[in-house]
């Protein structure tokens, strides 16, 4: 069963559309990334799924619920929890657990088993009575996902859960995350970060409202198929580039830090012979390597394709 | 229900911690109630007064003891001529000049009729006022006890005022239901407003609005608390000003209490209100001071009486709803006004309450939309 359906849903915001005709689903179970970039439509998408915003147009289910229908049903089935880690700060961990229990209507004996829950899972402890203030980023973050599925809602959205968050905290948020997908707990997940994706079963891409790519990791990154990419460490990084753009066989490239991956339209082109020609320019090429496609690959030919699209028409929404 | 006490409880914890929150709402009112209850007097007393006395008579002394020993007037000094006089009023070590002329002890002792001038320092009209209305007085009192005064008095009809609720005209008992009025309103406008934009800012209400949580019972459970702690803090306020003041209560409890709640349901509700057109603390608190401060210290008759503005302003006062919670609580507090008499007063703020109410829960909701 899916516990997501979305079908050709659309938001509009005056002349501005912020969600164009998108339609994906996500099964049980599973943990489901929404990537794009800032305003790119995901936060718009996540406000409708869960029953805040009415869409201008479409459909969408969450847990067998109509969003549209029956906003509050929907609310009572899902999870929350976003980067601004909503707790109360000057209430103590027990006291925030306490207040979201009250308003999720739990009660007493179901309260002193969830609050054991979140306790273990967000390794608090020995806490209960620091005030959420004072709790560190990766604490509070683990909180607020406690306190998110204190009612044990069976689909949960964190909407970039992991914003100012050290690399370990987001680590060990992972692995909470996993726990919870491998006990039937369906995620759906938005974040700019591409290493975090790579964690998901499937992934969405959003851009300019519409969806540009999805599935499972891998086929998103079959969009590559029949053309490697190369990875080159040179010493002028820059001069670099620009030489590789000269050349015909390269479609595109970018900047990866101090690293430039090339789009080669076709695999006739060696590696060999892109270090001659490269060195015939009096550049000192370092590494030069065949790279599998990383998801950020993905993204930037996703938002070259589309905002090439653009102004040829065609996206006329 | 459950929603109303997790709100709640959760509000009331929230305060406890929130110092800065406590010390205002404890230690405003106590300021408030020092600074107005003492220092903003407009009784007069103890008036710095030179004499020039070219009499130097047993009357004319008599006469310089009748007003220092009314308890209204200081004798400052004692001058000889019209130059000193104003030297001391210009330095204001006087505030008044009683000049009493040559012959005064001999034409009164006659039945004759002896004019005796009174400078008066006019840079504060509200205390010159008062200070001729005392000296009037005295010298009415003086005159009665003279040999003339049979013959003199040939007026066939003579006023005797009696002032009623409050017959020492005491500032303190007009001021201290005003100041009641104006607390309350300032401090339950103000908190309500910034509890909820405080939610706005840390985004915890976001997390609220994604639970199944419907808005009212989320909205009462926040202002409850307020409420209460409004009520209390009013009612600190009255006991206090009947120990320091000396603040009657002439009325029913029950009818004061009816009436401080629906203004302060009022109050609450243009918090509300201005809690859903700012998006931060800031910005709320500033709009909260200026729906609630200036209007109900200014337009409600506090301390300017409403009949003596402008039509314009006295038009403006009818949506002050402080207005028409003084007229109540000096009624019942100073006359005893009973609750039958009150009712339009309360009636106007029950339809003040409902249209705050009403709009807050309009704007509310649409922000959900």
């Not at chain 1, 020995?126 to 607020?144: F, I, K, N």
């Not at chain 1, 030489?243 to 991956?261: I, N, Y």
Request: charged letters at 20%; aromatic letters at 8%.
């Amino acid at each position: 069963m899916n516990a997501i359906e979305v079908d050709r849903l659309s938001r509009k915001f005056g002349a501005f559309t912020a969600v164009d005709d998108v339609s994906f689903t996500v099964r049980q179970g599973e943990i489901f990334g929404f990537l794009g970039s800032n305003g790119a439509g995901k936060s718009t998408t996540i406000r409708m799924l869960c029953g805040l915003l009415r869409p201008t147009s479409g459909r969408a289910t969450v847990g067998g619920v109509d969003v549209a229908g029956d906003p509050e049903g929907v609310k009572r089935r899902i999870g929350y929890m976003s980067q601004r880690f909503s707790l109360y700060e000057l209430l103590t961990v027990d006291q925030n657990i306490t207040f979201w229990a009250g308003l999720y209507g739990l009660d007493r004996a179901r309260l002193a088993r969830r609050r054991e829950f979140v306790l273990d899972m967000a390794g608090l402890r020995g806490r209960e009575h620091t005030l959420a203030r004072d709790l560190s980023g990766g604490w509070r973050q683990r909180l607020a996902l406690g306190c998110a599925v204190l009612h044990e809602p069976p689909i949960l959205f964190l909407d970039e859960p992991t914003g100012g968050v050290d690399p370990l905290s987001r680590r060990q948020f992972w692995r909470l995350i996993d726990t919870l997908s491998a006990d039937g707990v369906t995620v759906l997940v938005t974040t700019h970060y591409l290493d975090e994706a790579e964690r998901c079963h499937r992934v969405a891409l959003i851009h300019g409202g519409r969806l540009a790519a999805i599935g499972s990791v891998d086929d998103v990154k079959s969009i590559f198929a029949g053309r490697p990419i190369i990875e080159v460490r040179a010493e002028q990084p820059v001069a670099a580039m620009s030489a590789l753009d000269a050349m015909p066989e390269v479609e595109k490239t970018s900047l990866f830090g101090t690293a430039v991956h090339a789009v080669l339209r076709t695999r006739a082109l060696s590696i060999e012979e892109v270090r001659t020609r490269l060195r015939a320019q009096g550049i000192t090429v370092e590494t030069i390597d065949v790279v599998p496609p990383s998801l950020e690959d993905v993204f930037l030919d996703v938002v070259d394709k589309a905002q090439n699209a653009r102004p040829s028409g065609g996206a006329a929404a | 229900m459950r929603t109303i006490l997790a709100v709640t409880r959760k509000e009331l914890r929230q305060i406890r911690r929130d110092r800065r929150t406590l010390l205002i709402m404890a230690f405003v009112p106590a300021l408030f109630l020092l600074v107005f209850g003492y220092a903003l007097n407009f009784d007069v007393r103890h008036v710095a007064l030179a004499v020039e006395d070219r009499d130097a008579s047993p009357e004319s002394r008599s006469l310089v003891s009748a007003f220092v020993n009314s308890g209204y007037f200081d004798f400052v000094a004692a001058v000889h001529s019209g130059a000193e006089a104003e030297r001391l009023l210009d330095r204001n070590d006087a505030r008044a000049v009683l000049v009493i002329p040559e012959g005064f002890g001999r034409t009164v002792t006659t039945g004759g009729t002896a004019p005796v001038q009174v400078i008066v320092n006019g840079d504060n009209a509200n205390t010159a006022t008062a200070v001729i209305g005392y000296a009037t007085s005295i010298l009415q009192t003086a005159s009665a006890g003279l040999p003339g005064a049979a013959t003199v008095q040939t007026l066939p009809v003579t006023m005797e005022p009696r002032v009623w609720y409050n017959p020492e005209l005491r500032s303190p008992l007009f001021l201290v239901p005003g100041l009641i009025a104006y607390l309350t309103m300032l401090m339950s406008v103000t908190s309500t407003a910034l509890s909820i934009v405080r939610e706005k800012e840390s985004g915890t209400i976001e997390q609220i609005r994604m639970a199944p949580v419907r808005t009212f019972p989320f909205i009462l459970g926040k202002t409850l608390p307020y409420f209460v702690i409004s009520l209390l803090s009013a009612a600190l306020v009255f006991l206090a000003s009947q120990a320091l003041f000396g603040l009657p209560m002439r009325g029913n409890w029950l009818t004061l209490t009816a009436m401080l709640s629906i203004y302060l349901l009022g109050a609450l509700g243009t918090g509300l209100l201005v809690s859903t057109i700012s998006e931060t603390q800031q910005v709320a608190f500033q709009i909260a001071l200026l729906v609630s401060l200036l209007p109900t210290l200014m337009l409600s008759g506090f301390i300017f009486p409403i009949a003596s503005m402008p039509a314009f302003l006295q038009g403006v006062t009818h949506v002050v709803p402080a207005r028409y919670f003084l007229i109540a609580l000096r009624g019942i507090v100073l006359k005893g006004t009973g609750a039958f008499q009150l009712l339009p007063e309360f009636g106007a703020l029950a339809a003040y309450a409902g249209v705050m109410l009403g709009l807050a829960s309009l704007r509310l909701a649409r922000e959900r939309a």
